[in-house]
């Protein structure tokens, strides 16, 4: 049972498309309202994302932590504490052309923020070949999905594109 249980990870694990993602991305808004780079490097268990960006002539940052569970086929993102409030999602392996993180936004100090609440959100990676993908951040608002960042940013989506020989 165990030797099938690692075997059918491996095999999972092989079609992820999660594991073309480390590197350096140039990125930058539908709106062009920002633009950066997401830098995504590899760390035990997973790897992890920062995207250093600038909306409007303000430099900003959002990290954040994906890691794969083999025993579940799970992937979660947690973006670290430091925020006014954090994400926490998972999905399944990406291998169809979405990837999508279902999750939570919650406070990192509850009664100490404007978001103290626990509030649904999603990300979701859309692939276009190894070199392209778009990252759309959503929030769940009266039942209605809408575009809304779960990292508190204006920025809700992204276009981004592998820079060459990173």
């Known amino acids: 049972m165990f030797a099938a249980l690692v075997l059918s990870s491996l095999i999972a694990a092989s079609a992820d498309r ?15 309202a920002s ?3 997401a830098d995504f490097t590899v760390h035990s268990g997973g790897f992890s994302m920062r995207y250093a960006y600038d909306e409007s002539g303000t ?14 086929a799970t992937w979660s993102i947690e973006e670290p504490a430091g925020q006014l409030q954090r994400f926490r ?11 999508e993180f279902d999750g939570v936004t919650y406070p990192t100090t509850p009664g ?3 978001y103290d609440q626990v509030e649904r959100a999603r990300v979701m ?5 190894n070199d392209d ?3 759309i951040r959503s929030q769940q608002v009266g039942g209605q999905w809408v575009l809304h960042d779960p990292w508190y940013s204006s920025v809700t989506d992204d276009n981004c594109s592998r820079i060459q020989g990173k």
């Open 59 to 72: 430099p900003n940052e959002t990290d954040a932590d994906f890691t794969y569970d083999a025993r579940s």
């Open 18 to 32: 999660a594991f073309t993602l480390p590197g350096e991305w140039t990125c930058e808004a539908s709106d062009h």
């Open 89 to 99: 999602a998972t999905a399944l392996p990406w291998t169809q052309q979405v990837w």
């Open 133 to 135: 993908f778009e990252m």
């Open 112 to 114: 100490d923020s404007i």
């Open 125 to 129: 990676f859309i692939s276009f070949g």
């Open 35 to 37: 633009r950066g780079v």
